[in-house]
């Protein structure tokens, strides 16, 4: 399990010339710090969350953890991103299309990737799609009108809209799959005798909605989005089969 909180800063690259149908492109910057291992507690999240809906009992953790960065993992992202199709842009309607590439580096994930999001529905800002599948929002300037419209308190909706995103990976290194796997309930030196040999290529599929609200009611998420991901498999062998699971995120603005 990887325990992590993170930050992303995003610019508009207004020196580049736009391509006929797009405004400029979007340059991010994301980074991640937190845990990695038995320290992340992802072992009795899992068990709790499985008890609590009534699902199997997971196996996996009998396997125990990686053995191998177990105090914390970092990783970086740098991503840009265009906007090709701006759709009809009706006051309640709209659709557009956006691809990107992006470069993962850091001691849990090197990778590289590109894909693209489809968006359908009310949208007011620019969006970019980010790390093992996130939903990040691109920051704008306010103007001093738009900021004092956040102090009154009030309810709007800014954004309501579906999205399908696809997206491929070229991947160098797995921290969950190249460290290695733990004997040892006692984290001493272990041999890493049950590796896996890991797809240097994955997609994925995922699909869901997004809710945006502007509001001055502190500790309130200004966003919230679900999604349902299907993902090839990331290891060969038997148990490397695709994998389906769903993302839940609330996001503060």
Aim: proline share 6%; with cysteine; glycine share 12%.
């Amino acid at each position: 399990a990887w325990l992590f909180c993170g930050a992303s800063s995003h610019w508009t690259l207004r020196s580049i010339p736009p391509l006929p149908t797009s405004g400029p492109p979007l340059l991010t910057l994301q980074f991640r710090a937190g845990l990695l291992g038995p320290e992340a507690q992802g072992e009795y999240v899992q068990r709790h969350w499985h008890s609590l809906v009534g699902a199997a009992e997971p196996q996996g953790w009998k396997l125990n953890y990686v053995s191998s960065l177990r105090s914390g993992g970092l990783n970086a992202r740098i991503g840009i991103d265009y906007e090709l199709l701006r759709g009809w842009d009706f006051e309640w309607f709209d659709i557009r299309f956006s691809p990107g590439i992006f470069v993962d580096i850091g001691t849990v994930f090197r990778q590289t990737g590109e894909g693209g999001l489809v968006r359908i529905g009310l949208i007011n800002s620019s969006l970019l799609w980010g790390s093992s599948g996130g939903i990040v929002s691109t920051l704008q300037t306010m103007t001093d009108e738009s900021r004092d419209e956040r102090r009154r308190p009030e309810w709007s909706i800014t954004e309501f809209y579906g999205f399908t995103r696809l997206e491929f990976r070229q991947v160098n290194y797995n921290a969950f799959l190249d460290s290695g796997i733990a004997t040892d309930h006692g984290y001493g030196p272990v041999a890493q005798d049950h590796k896996v040999e890991k797809v240097p290529s994955v997609g994925d599929l995922e699909s869901g909605a997004v809710l945006t609200v502007r509001h001055n009611i502190p500790l309130l998420p200004n966003r919230i989005s679900w999604s349902a991901v299907r993902r090839s498999a990331e290891m060969k062998g038997p148990h490397g089969i695709p994998h389906f699971f769903s993302r839940f995120q609330v996001t503060w603005m």
